[in-house]
């Protein structure tokens, strides 16, 4: 089992920037991957940006330059950098952490919120 605490998310103007924190626990030795989703009211949740234990990343289109994901010494924290956001960027951001079975885990969300 993995545990996953998201932190960092708050109002912002458009072209501001905020950092998301998510720290996991538990059976972190199983974890293969960790990453950002969001969703915003009346659509589906989407992935923004994975990182690999072994420190590959991916994005989607709509974040690339934007956002950055990295993970800390310990291993057990994922951050996502948020930069120039736009009120598109509104959403419920998620942590995601998958194991090498295959199972995912889900944080309980964060709001973010980018006023015009």
């Known amino acids: 089992q993995v545990q996953l605490v998201e932190s960092g998310g708050g109002l912002v103007q458009a072209g501001g920037s905020l950092r998301l924190s998510c720290a996991a626990s538990?059976?972190?030795?199983?974890?293969?991957?960790m990453g950002w989703y969001r969703q915003a009211p009346g659509k589906q949740r989407e992935l923004v940006a994975t990182i690999t234990s072994g420190g590959n990343t991916y994005y989607a289109d709509s974040v690339k330059g934007r956002f950055t994901i990295a993970r800390g010494n310990a291993k057990n924290t994922v951050y996502l950098q948020m930069n120039s956001l736009k009120p598109g960027d509104s959403a419920v951001y998620y942590c995601?952490?998958?194991?090498?079975?295959?199972?995912?885990?889900w944080g309980q969300g964060t709001q973010v919120t980018v006023s015009s």
């Open positions: 538990g059976s972190i030795f199983s974890i293969n991957y």
């Open positions: 995601k952490a998958r194991n090498r079975r295959e199972s995912d885990y």
